[in-house]
T-cell receptor, first 113, second 112 residues
Framework: GQQLNQSPQSMFIQEGEDVSMNCTSS?????WLWYKQEPGEGPVLLIA?????ELTSNGRLTAQFGITRKDSFLNISASIPSDVGIYFC?????????????FGAGTQVVVTP | DGGITQSPKYLFRKEGQNVTLSCEQN?????MYWYRQDPGQGLRLIYY???????QKGDIAEGYSVSREKKESFPLTVTSAQKNPTAFYLC???????????FGDGTRLSIL
């Protein structure tokens, strides 16, 4: 089956630092999504990517769809305390006009003042 | 407000008991999904539905059942056959299978 590896597992950073995380897949994806989840809540969609090479920003967040279509990264610039949470990547392959998402295990981000 | 509502927030199950988790959406989405989340793992797909009166098994469907009698509702039943039901359950919906999924706030199920 498909495997989606997300790294790092966790990051402890100081406020103001930049954060980078990535996901790699053994298969080609048509779509990459990045979500953030805070404790006790559901994941919230941050960025959606649909084309190889696409670079998309959402405020201090920037994500890219890798050229090989097997990877994606998410950057957070100038981190602030509210960036704390678990960030998940998710990819999908469209088969039979239906795409099922595969999720990474998440990157736990902790921001210290 | 438009969104996905899951209830209850917390649920406790006794041995041998079936319990049903509610998921309602007012986004007019055709597709709905149920995921299970365990600590340190990604979300795993239990069941999904592309349209009313249709649903398909996901990767870990054993011990679970669903129905999709109305577009806005996709309840999940955790049956007594599910031997390790303690987890955080997330419901999601999307316009269709090719659009990003949006999640509810989850139900945490524990065993008494």
């Amino acid at each position: 089956g498909q495997q989606l590896n997300q790294s790092p597992q966790s990051m402890f950073i100081q406020e103001g630092e930049d954060v980078s995380m990535n996901c790699t897949s053994s298969s080609i994806f048509n779509t990459w999504l990045w979500y953030k989840q805070e404790p006790g809540e559901g994941p919230v969609l941050l960025i959606a990517l649909y084309k190889a090479g696409e670079l998309t920003s959402n405020g201090r967040l920037t994500a890219q769809f890798g050229i090989t279509r097997k990877d994606s990264f998410l950057n957070i610039s100038a981190s602030i305390p509210s960036d704390v949470g678990i960030y998940f990547c998710a990819g999908s392959i469209v088969t039979d006009s239906w795409g099922k998402l595969q999720f990474g295990a998440g990157t736990q981000v902790v921001v210290t003042p | 407000d438009g969104g996905i509502t899951q209830s209850p927030k917390y649920l406790f199950r006794k041995e041998g008991q079936n319990v049903t988790l509610s998921c309602e959406q007012n986004l007019n989405h055709d597709a709905m999904y149920w995921y299970r989340q365990d600590p340190g793992q990604g979300l795993r797909l239990i069941y999904y539905s592309q349209i009313v009166n249709d649903f398909q098994k996901g990767d870990i469907a054993e011990g679970y059942s669903v129905s999709r009698e109305k577009k806005e509702s996709f309840p999940l039943t955790v049956t007594s056959a599910q031997k390790n039901p303690t987890a955080f359950y997330l419901c999601a919906s999307a316009d269709n299978g090719n659009q990003p999924q949006h999640f509810g706030d989850g139900t945490r199920l524990s065993i008494l």
